[in-house]
Each structure stands twice: as structure tokens, then as C-alpha cells.
């Protein structure tokens, strides 16, 4: 765990479970911070952006004056968007009727609830490629966003129902299901390692 002891990862954390990436980042004595102003944001190396309800972290953006230093800091740093917080990161959003400004962070398609409401919520073992061979992962999805299309330079890690659930470019780490309801940190670990 030495490795991981000068990092700090913020949370997004205007709405969402947030509390529940912040008990996995201590699981891995990893110091981080809860991220509600645009001053958090220089405290930080790499931020995660929680699942909750994309309208309202949309709406609470803009009320806090964090969209664009978010987007600033998206550019150069490394985010990981679970859930609604991928839905934030995405280019665009399909039938967007609540009208939710994404972030533009990674170059994907998003439907909201693409996988059914709340009533709808599944787990799923799923394997996935995190670089050093296929690691299975406990994905939990709650109205979770099903990426419609990825961009050419978008690296798919893994995929329910032959589309994408978890994706890379560059910087910016995405998916639509939750790892953070239980104490696997594989995609937590993978993040802080390969990104940070």
C-alpha cells in the first residue's frame, strides 16, 4: 500500500453515494478529500464523480461554480465517472429530455436508465481487461447509463450484452455499473495505479 501513500483523490461529492468511494479509498490508505468547491480541486490529483441522479449533480455544477474548473481539471488529471458520473463525463447524452450538460470528457454516447428504472437493478459477474490478463468483477447496476457509442480512440475493458460498460481514454476512466457498494477494489486499484 506504500505506492498509494502521496496520492489524493478527491470526491465529488454535491450528490450520491459518495461516502461509499471514500470507504474504499480507505481501504486502500489512500488520502483523499470531499470535493464540494472549485478550491477542492487544486488540493487534488485525480477525482472520482459518484453515481446519484445526473439532473441533480447537473443542476448543483452549476450552483457550486464547479463545470468548468471541473472541465479544466478533466483535461490534464485523471477522473473516474461511475454511474451518473459517467453520464457527466460523456460527449453526449441520447434523448436528452432533462437536458444534463455532460462534460465532454471521453468521447461517448450515453442513455440514461439505459438498463431500466430502479425496479430494474441487477448484479452481474462481468469479466474485465485491466491490462494484466481478465479479472471478474461484482457490477452492481442502479439505473445505470448504457453507452450507446464510443469514439475511435475509446478502449473497451469490459461489456454486458455485447455493449460497453466500462471504458478508457486517455485520462478519464468510465463506467455504468457500481464496484463501490461492497470492499473489492480491483477497479478502484486499477484506477489509482494506471491513472494517478
Known sequence: MRKFEKRQVGVLALQGDYERHQHQLGLLRVK????????????????????????TMDILLDRFHLREPLTEFGRSHPVYGTCAGMIMVATSIRDNQAGVKPLGLIDIEVVRMGYGRQVHSFEEILPVSLGNGTSSLTATFIRAPRIARTGPDVTVLASY????????????????????LDDDTTLLRYFIQEFS
Open 32 to 55: 483523499n478529500r470531499l470535493v464540494r468547491l472549485p478550491a477542492d480541486l487544486t488540493e487534488i490529483d485525480s477525482l472520482i464523480i459518484p453515481g446519484g441522479e445526473s439532473t
Open 161 to 180: 450484452k455485447d455493449h460497453p460498460v466500462l471504458v478508457r481514454r486517455d485520462n478519464v476512466l468510465a463506467g455504468s455499473f457500481h464496484t463501490e
